[in-house]
């Protein structure tokens, strides 16, 4: 509901916001994958569907170049070069 009043503000720069939102997206990822593989590899919560080791490798690797890559995208940010 206030992104839908947000558009409707005269003279927004709707490219910058959308960009915005998607850089903010881009940095929340790693966060939500590691804590989001934490639930998965609990046996008492997800029982016989745990991840076999070769996910575990593949997500855990997924997230970990997506906390390099928001790493670099944030020190760029700050230091002017991005």
Do not use: C, D, H
Request: no cysteine.
């Amino acid at each position: 509901m206030l992104g839908a009043g947000v558009i409707l503000i005269p003279g927004l720069p709707l490219l910058k916001i959308i960009l915005g939102s998607q850089v903010v997206n881009g940095m929340v990822l790693p966060f939500v994958l590691v804590f989001m593989l934490l639930l998965i590899n609990k046996k008492e919560l997800m029982g016989e569907y745990v991840n076999t080791r070769l996910l575990n490798v593949i997500a855990w690797s997924t997230a970990g170049i997506s906390i390099i890559l928001s790493v670099i995208l944030a020190v760029g940010q700050v230091t002017g070069s991005g």
